[in-house]
C-alpha cells in the first residue's frame, strides 16, 4: 500500500542533541511538507518542498534544518538552538498537481527533550 | 494572506445528536477548503474537500459541509453523532495567494456522550 512512514514514533533525547526524524514516502509525490502540533496550536508549518534539491521555509523554522535529496524522503533535524523542541511533529506529502490535491499525513513521531 | 477560524476548541454532544463544527475562512482569492480528522496519536485523514462546483460536500463518515462565500464559512455537520466520531477535527485552506500551501486552524475537539 502507498503512504507515508514516519519513524520512530517515540523519541527522547537530551537537551543539546541535534535529532533527526525520517519520513519517507511512495506516493510518488512531489510536495512534501513537516508540521509541528502543540496542544491548542493547531498544525504550523515548519519546511515544505515542492520538488527534489529544492526546500522552503515555514513559519516556524528557526532551531530546525531539512534536506531534500530524493523525492521518496524529507528527514528533518531538530537541532538544539530550537528553545522548545518537544512536540508532535507531522509530515504529509502532496501531489504537485491538481492544486486543490489534499495532504497525505503520516502518523508522526513524538518527540520528547528533556 | 489566507487564515482559518475554528470557533470553539471543544464541542460536546450526545450520541445521536447533530454535530456542528465551525469554520470562517479568510482569502481574498477563490479558495479551496479541507477538512481533516485526527484521531489519538495519528496523523490527519482527510474527511472533504471543496475546491469548485457544489457548495454542498459530501465526505467519509457520513459528514458533510457547505461552501458558504457570502459567510466565508465552510461548516462541518453530521445528523447524528456516534461514538466513534470523537477526535480532534481540523479545517485548512489554499489559495493562489499562499502558493497552495494549506494554513490549518486550531482544531476542535469532539466529544461525544453515550
Known amino acids: 500500500d502507498g503512504g507515508i512512514t514516519q519513524s520512530p514514533k517515540y523519541l527522547f533525547r537530551k537537551e543539546g542533541q541535534n535529532v533527526t526524524l525520517s519520513c519517507e514516502q511512495n506516493?510518488?509525490?512531489?510536495?512534501m511538507y513537516w508540521y509541528r502540533q502543540d496542544p491548542g496550536q493547531g498544525l504550523r508549518l515548519i519546511y515544505y518542498?515542492?520538488?527534489?534539491?529544492?526546500?522552503q521555509k515555514g513559519d516556524i523554522a528557526e532551531g530546525y534544518s531539512v534536506s531534500r535529496e530524493k523525492k521518496e524522503s524529507f528527514p528533518l533535524t531538530v537541532t538544539s538552538a530550537q528553545k522548545n523542541p518537544t512536540a508532535f511533529y507531522l509530515c504529509?506529502?502532496?501531489?504537485?498537481?491538481?492544486?486543490?490535491?489534499?495532504?497525505?499525513f503520516g502518523n508522526g513521531t513524538r518527540l520528547t527533550v528533556t | 494572506a489566507q487564515s482559518v477560524t475554528q470557533l470553539g476548541s471543544h464541542v460536546s454532544v450526545s450520541e445521536g445528536a447533530l454535530v456542528l463544527l465551525r469554520c470562517n475562512y479568510s482569502?481574498?482569492?477563490?479558495?479551496?477548503l479541507f477538512w481533516y480528522v485526527q484521531y489519538p496519536n495519528q496523523g490527519l485523514q482527510l474527511l472533504l474537500k471543496?475546491?469548485?462546483?457544489?457548495?454542498l460536500v459530501k465526505g467519509i463518515n457520513g459528514f458533510e459541509a457547505e461552501f458558504k462565500k457570502s459567510e466565508t464559512s465552510f461548516h462541518l455537520t453530521k445528523p447524528s453523532a456516534h461514538m466513534s466520531d470523537a477526535a480532534e477535527y481540523f479545517c485548512?485552506?489554499?489559495?493562489?495567494?499562499?502558493?497552495?500551501?494549506?494554513?490549518f486552524g486550531r482544531g476542535t475537539s469532539l466529544i461525544v456522550h453515550p
Open positions: 518542498s515542492q520538488i527534489v534539491n529544492d526546500f
Open positions: 471543496y475546491t469548485t462546483g457544489a457548495t
Open positions: 482569502s481574498s482569492v477563490p479558495p479551496y
Open positions: 485548512a485552506v489554499s489559495s493562489l495567494r499562499g502558493s497552495y500551501i494549506p494554513t
Open positions: 506516493l510518488n509525490h512531489d510536495a
Open positions: 504529509a506529502s502532496q501531489q504537485d498537481r491538481p492544486n486543490n490535491s489534499p495532504l497525505h
